[in-house]
């Protein structure tokens, strides 16, 4: 069972839930803005990856498994595919928490193009589709996807301070960070 783009993209909307039983499938469709059906596959991929836990435990992340899959697998799975200069949602080092920890230079930055974002820099093709508009309404969403990218894409620091980021959210998905 090979897991898709889109079932990250799930998994990181789960991870950024407060509660440990999963939201039923047609809210979380609705949230990022895919059907149900997609949700509910995802989901399944992600049981049979043990990235979740069965409906004995609520369907729920496994953490320590999406911990070391979000940091040493995604990049490879799914590496950063960057494109031309375009105007979207900022991304990466350029989004929070990275852009208050690392001091952008002087190069465009990486956004997910977006017809109503208002930054322009390189795009930074998103993990699925609909992305920069259900991070727009999620900010812990966008946060995961942001820091992910680093991951993805950014040079060592950028990652290394990314990686560590991603660790204190998905271990305290319920205290602030």
């Known amino acids: 069972m090979n897991l898709k783009p889109q079932d990250v993209f799930v998994l990181l909307k789960l991870c950024s839930q407060r509660s440990s039983k999963r939201a039923p499938y047609a809210q979380i469709a609705a949230q990022l803005e895919m059907s149900p059906s997609e ?7 992600l049981q049979g990856s043990r990235l979740l836990h069965g409906a004995d435990m609520g369907e729920s992340p496994n953490r320590n498994a999406v911990e070391e899959f979000l940091i040493h697998g995604v990049k490879y799975s799914f590496p950063a595919e960057r494109g031309e200069l ?6 990466s080092y350029a989004a929070k ?19 109503e974002g208002m ?23 966008y946060e995961l996807l942001a820091l992910l990218d680093a991951v ?12 560590q980021e991603l660790k204190k959210r998905i271990r305290h998905n319920d205290s602030e960070y």
């Open 152 to 163: 993805r894409e950014g040079r060592a620091r950028e990652r290394n301070i990314a990686e």
């Open 39 to 45: 949700v509910h596959s995802a989901v399944n991929r």
């Open 97 to 115: 928490p990275l852009n208050t920890m690392i001091k952008a230079g002087d190069d465009p930055p990486p956004v997910w193009p977006y017809a």
């Open 86 to 91: 375009t105007r979207g949602i900022p991304t």
């Open 119 to 141: 930054v322009r820099g390189f795009a930074l093709k998103p993990l699925y589709r609909s992305v920069p508009k259900a991070a727009m309404h999620d900010p812990t969403l």
